[in-house]
């Protein structure tokens, strides 16, 4: 059980402290010239994240959604959640969550 709670602080862990120091949104893809990701609270000026090649627009739609600060918060939250060792829910899917996000880091496998 404490290797699944360390496993699940680190990445949550990791999360929050890449959303908030992340742009603030609203994040939202276009698609007009090209296809971007924009953030930051100047929408005349936005910042541009990323500019994926054509044809990958799912990925970008994909990105801006669900990498955006609020919901990586909201996911930090959901997996501090299962670090507490007294909560009663099923870890298996936060897990899956943490290991994914960690490996994604170049780590080894958990």
């Known amino acids: 059980m404490n290797d699944v709670v360390e496993l699940l602080r680190e990445a949550a862990s990791l999360l929050r402290q890449r959303a908030q120091a992340a742009t603030t949104g609203p994040w939202y893809e276009d698609s007009t010239d090209g296809i971007y990701a924009y ?3 100047d929408v005349d000026c936005p910042t541009v994240f990323f500019r994926a090649a054509s044809g ?10 669900f990498a955006s600060p609020p919901v990586a918060l909201a996911v930090a939250d959901w997996l501090d959640t299962g670090a507490n060792q007294y909560a009663c829910v099923d870890r298996e899917p936060m897990v899956r969550v943490a290991r994914a996000y960690l490996n994604a880091e170049g780590g080894e496998p958990r």
Not at 56 to 65: F, N, R, S
Request: zero cysteines; aromatic letters at 8%; glycine letters at 16%.
């Open 39 to 41: 953030g930051g609270p």
């Open 56 to 65: 990958t627009y799912a990925d970008v739609q994909h990105a801006a959604a």
